[in-house]
């Protein structure tokens, strides 16, 4: 692959974990002691990002020590990237060595029992609403034709991150993500539809990444931040800007957990 081939050429390092900064992440960035830094439009075929909140370069260096990958800026189907295209960066990932992905992202919470500013372990995606990244010819070199999704999120990182949780300070609620395309935001009766199909919490990410990464071997533990309520009785509206902030605020709660994380992976 021409585009690991060129991170190789410029760092030896060879990460076992990865980070995807997204919503609720961003500043992540600033925990990391960077070896290198490339601008994804540098990488050769590498996509960009064009969403607010979103950086945009691939990152190589070390947290708590331990030397990690991180894609600082995650594509979105929403923006005209093909399913290809949204899941080329994690298999950069794994072809420079990195066994474990570590995930982040804003979602509007249909749990009832949620409120703006909790962060949800996501312990199972429903992925009806989605494209198959992995529709159309199989490359063998990146995992079989037919991968096996009956634990696309890591039980011994679930059970890890419970076990840190009080020691962090953190209150940790799990549920189930249900991923859709974007980038409109949801109609009251798609939020009520998507909670009674099962899911906690709705989002525009995170779905079509693990199907590579689980295709990979990877394993992948992802949490979301909930931005905002999707079932809602007041004629309140959801922005953009809103949810940014709310992931922002989450933000030092999910770094610190993070950080928890690749020290013991």
């Not at 909140?53 to 979105?76: D, E, F, K, M, W």
């Not at 749990?111 to 992925?127: C, E, Q, R």
């Amino acid at each position: 692959m021409a585009a690991a081939a060129y991170i190789r050429d410029r760092s030896r390092l060879q990460p076992p974990s990865g980070v995807v900064l997204g919503s609720g992440l961003a500043n992540f960035r600033q925990s990391i002691f960077i070896e290198i830094e490339v601008p994804y439009v540098e990488i050769p075929h590498f996509p960009h990002a064009t969403v607010q909140g979103h950086g945009g370069s691939l990152i190589l260096g070390y947290v708590a020590g331990r030397p990690i990958a991180a894609l600082s800026g995650r594509l979105h189907f929403y923006e005209g990237h093909s399913p290809a295209d949204v899941i080329f960066p994690i298999r950069v990932l794994g072809a420079l060595g990195v066994r474990t992905l570590l995930v982040s992202n804003a979602a509007g919470g249909v749990n009832p029992y949620f409120s703006v500013g909790d962060i949800m372990l996501i312990t199972d995606h429903i992925s009806l609403a989605t494209i198959n990244p992995l529709i159309g010819p199989n490359e063998e070199a990146f995992g079989a034709r037919f991968p096996d999704m009956s634990e696309p999120y890591s039980r011994e990182l679930i059970q890890l991150a419970e076990d840190l949780a009080p020691t962090l300070g953190l209150t940790l609620h799990k549920g189930v993500y249900f991923g859709v395309t974007g980038p409109t935001y949801e109609t009251r009766a798609e939020y009520r539809m998507i909670r009674l199909l099962g899911a906690d919490a709705v989002g525009m990410s995170t779905v079509q990444e693990t199907i590579a990464a689980v295709q990979l071997g990877m394993r992948v533990f992802a949490l979301s931040v909930i931005t905002d309520i999707g079932i809602r009785e007041e004629e309140n509206l959801i922005t953009h800007e809103e949810v940014l902030q709310a992931a922002q605020l989450a933000e030092p709660r999910m770094a610190a957990l993070f950080t928890a994380l690749i020290e013991r992976i």
